[in-house]
C-alpha cells in the first residue's frame, strides 16, 4: 500500500480508515460535512487527530492517541501535495516560477528547476503561459499551473479538494482529461462531490456520511448498485460502460447507446462510457415510430416516488416520469417499456 491511513478526530465527529494502493486513484464522496476534507488534512498532516495513524510509502508520518508516541510529522515533510479549489498561485511570480517552487525548495538549481517546471507546464497543456503571472489566467488555465506545481515536487501521494467545482462549466471536460492523464499510474486520493469525476478519474471509490464509511469499491459497481442515501442519489445519473464501436457506447449486455463525445474523439474498441440524466428519458409502452437515436427495450424492476415524480428503475437504468404518465402507462414491475433517450442529452467519455 502506499497509504494507510486511520483517524479519529472527535471535535468533527470523523473516524474513517481506508487504504490506496501504490499507483491508485482513490475518490472521496459523500455530502457536505461528511468528513471528506478532514480526511485529507490529516493525510496533508494539517489535521491532529485525536487518534490516528498515517503510513505512506512504510514512513509513519503520524501516529497518535493513548499509549502513542504522539509522532506528527509537518505538512512540508510529507512528500505529500494538495491541490483545493483555489490555486494558490504566487501573485508575484510567473507561471513558471511558481512551479519550479517546488523543485528548488527541494535543493535543485535554478536551471534544473526552470527545465522540469517547463515540462510539467506543457504536460498539463499551459507551457506557452509560461511567463504569464496569475492575474493574467483564466480560471482554469491558474488551476492547471496548480496541477503542474503540485506535480513538479515530486510528492509520493497527491491529494486533490475539488479542484475543479468552482470553475467554469466549459472548461470542465479538457481539465478532467489533464487530470486523467497525470493521474495515471500515480498515487491519489480525488476529493469530489460529482460523480464523473469518480467515474473518469478514479480506480476506486469511498462513500463517507457522518463522518464513517458506509461503502467502498469499484466506482462503476459503487454507482450502479448503490447500498447508501447519498451513492443512491449520486446513481440517479445513468450510466453505461462499453465500448466505443461505430459510433455508440457498446454495453457487454449488447446495449448500444448513440452520444456527444466530450474531450475528443474516440477510438474505435476504446473503453467508454454514456452518461445522462433520468429527466431526459422519455418512457414508452409500445415501440416508438420512426427511428429515434436512443430506443432501449428494458424491464421495470420497481417504482419509486420522488415528490412530483415517479423514477421508473430498470435494472441500472433509470428515468423520471410525472405521477400522471406512470398512470397512464399502468407502469408496473416486470412490465416491459421503451427508453427512448436523444443523442444529444447523452454524453460520452473515454475510460482509456
Same mark, same amino acid.
Given at each position: 500500500?502506499?497509504?494507510?491511513?486511520?483517524?479519529?478526530?472527535?471535535?468533527?465527529?470523523?473516524?474513517?480508515?481506508?487504504?490506496?494502493?501504490?499507483?491508485?486513484?482513490?475518490?472521496?464522496?459523500?455530502?457536505?460535512?461528511?468528513?471528506?476534507?478532514?480526511?485529507?488534512?490529516?493525510?496533508?498532516?494539517?489535521? =491532529?487527530?485525536?487518534?490516528?495513524?498515517?503510513?505512506?510509502?512504510?514512513?509513519?508520518?503520524?501516529?497518535?492517541?493513548?499509549?502513542?508516541?504522539?509522532?506528527?510529522?509537518?505538512? #512540508?515533510?510529507?512528500?505529500?501535495?494538495?491541490?483545493?479549489?483555489?490555486? $494558490?498561485?504566487?501573485?508575484? +511570480?510567473?507561471?513558471?516560477?511558481?512551479?519550479?517552487?517546488?523543485?528548488?525548495? =527541494?535543493?535543485?538549481?535554478?536551471? =534544473?528547476?526552470?527545465?522540469?517546471?517547463?515540462?510539467?507546464?506543457?504536460?498539463?497543456?499551459?507551457?506557452?503561459?509560461? #511567463?504569464?503571472?496569475?492575474?493574467?489566467?483564466?480560471?482554469?488555465?491558474?488551476?492547471?499551473?496548480?496541477?503542474?506545481?503540485?506535480?513538479?515536487?515530486?510528492?509520493?501521494?497527491?491529494?486533490?479538494?475539488?479542484?475543479?467545482?468552482? +470553475?467554469?462549466?466549459?472548461?470542465?471536460?479538457?481539465?478532467?482529461?489533464?487530470?486523467?492523464?497525470?493521474?495515471?499510474?500515480?498515487?491519489?486520493?480525488?476529493?469530489?462531490?460529482?460523480?464523473?469525476?469518480?467515474?473518469?478519474?478514479?480506480?476506486?471509490?469511498?462513500?463517507?456520511?457522518?463522518?464513517?464509511?458506509?461503502?467502498?469499491?469499484?466506482?462503476?459497481?459503487? $454507482?450502479?448498485?448503490?447500498?447508501?442515501?447519498?451513492?443512491?442519489?449520486?446513481?440517479?445519473?445513468?450510466?453505461?460502460?462499453?465500448?466505443?464501436?461505430?459510433?455508440?457506447?457498446?454495453?457487454?449486455?449488447?446495449?448500444?447507446?448513440?452520444?456527444?463525445?466530450?474531450?475528443?474523439?474516440? =477510438?474505435?474498441?476504446?473503453?467508454?462510457?454514456?452518461?445522462?440524466?433520468?429527466?431526459?428519458?422519455?418512457?414508452?409502452?409500445?415501440?416508438?415510430?420512426?427511428?429515434?437515436?436512443?430506443?432501449?427495450?428494458?424491464?421495470?424492476?420497481?417504482?419509486?416516488?420522488?415528490?412530483?415524480?415517479?423514477?421508473?428503475?430498470?435494472?441500472?437504468? #433509470?428515468?423520471?416520469?410525472?405521477?400522471?404518465?406512470?398512470?397512464?402507462?399502468?407502469?408496473?414491475?416486470?412490465?416491459?417499456?421503451?427508453?427512448?433517450?436523444?443523442?444529444?442529452?447523452?454524453?460520452?467519455?473515454?475510460?482509456?
Amino acid at each position: 500500500m502506499t497509504l494507510e491511513l486511520a483517524c479519529d478526530v472527535a471535535e468533527r465527529d470523523v473516524g474513517v480508515a481506508f487504504e490506496v494502493a501504490t499507483g491508485e486513484t482513490l475518490a472521496v464522496l459523500g455530502p457536505n460535512g461528511s468528513g471528506k476534507s478532514t480526511v485529507l488534512g490529516v493525510a496533508a498532516g494539517l489535521v =491532529a487527530p485525536d487518534t490516528g495513524r498515517v503510513v505512506l510509502e512504510g514512513r509513519v508520518l503520524t501516529d497518535v492517541g493513548p499509549g502513542r508516541p504522539g509522532l506528527l510529522v509537518p505538512p #512540508h515533510d510529507r512528500r505529500t501535495a494538495l491541490l483545493g479549489q483555489d490555486p $494558490l498561485l504566487f501573485p508575484h +511570480l510567473d507561471a513558471l516560477e511558481n512551479v519550479a517552487f517546488g523543485p528548488r525548495s =527541494a535543493g535543485a538549481g535554478r536551471s =534544473a528547476a526552470r527545465r522540469s517546471a517547463q515540462r510539467w507546464l506543457d504536460e498539463v497543456g499551459v507551457g506557452e503561459l509560461a #511567463h504569464r503571472r496569475p492575474a493574467q489566467l483564466s480560471g482554469g488555465q491558474a488551476q492547471r499551473v496548480a496541477v503542474a506545481r503540485a506535480l513538479a515536487a515530486a510528492p509520493a501521494l497527491l491529494l486533490l479538494d475539488e479542484p475543479m467545482s468552482a +470553475l467554469d462549466v466549459a472548461v470542465l471536460p479538457a481539465l478532467r482529461q489533464t487530470l486523467r492523464r497525470v493521474l495515471a499510474g500515480r498515487s491519489a486520493v480525488l476529493v469530489t462531490h460529482d460523480p464523473l469525476d469518480a467515474l473518469l478519474l478514479a480506480d476506486r471509490v469511498v462513500v463517507l456520511s457522518e463522518g464513517r464509511v458506509v461503502e467502498q469499491g469499484v466506482a462503476t459497481e459503487v $454507482l450502479s448498485r448503490p447500498r447508501s442515501p447519498f451513492a443512491a442519489r449520486l446513481a440517479g445519473l445513468n450510466l453505461v460502460s462499453g465500448t466505443w464501436r461505430d459510433g455508440c457506447v457498446e454495453a457487454p449486455d449488447g446495449l448500444r447507446v448513440h452520444g456527444q463525445v466530450e474531450g475528443g474523439p474516440l =477510438a474505435q474498441g476504446e473503453a467508454a462510457i454514456a452518461t445522462f440524466r433520468p429527466a431526459a428519458v422519455a418512457v414508452y409502452r409500445d415501440p416508438v415510430e420512426g427511428s429515434p437515436r436512443n430506443e432501449l427495450t428494458v424491464t421495470v424492476s420497481e417504482l419509486e416516488p420522488l415528490a412530483d415524480l415517479v423514477r421508473v428503475h430498470a435494472g441500472p437504468l #433509470h428515468a423520471d416520469v410525472t405521477v400522471q404518465a406512470a398512470a397512464e402507462l399502468e407502469l408496473a414491475a416486470g412490465q416491459v417499456v421503451r427508453f427512448v433517450v436523444k443523442a444529444t442529452e447523452v454524453s460520452v467519455y473515454s475510460r482509456s
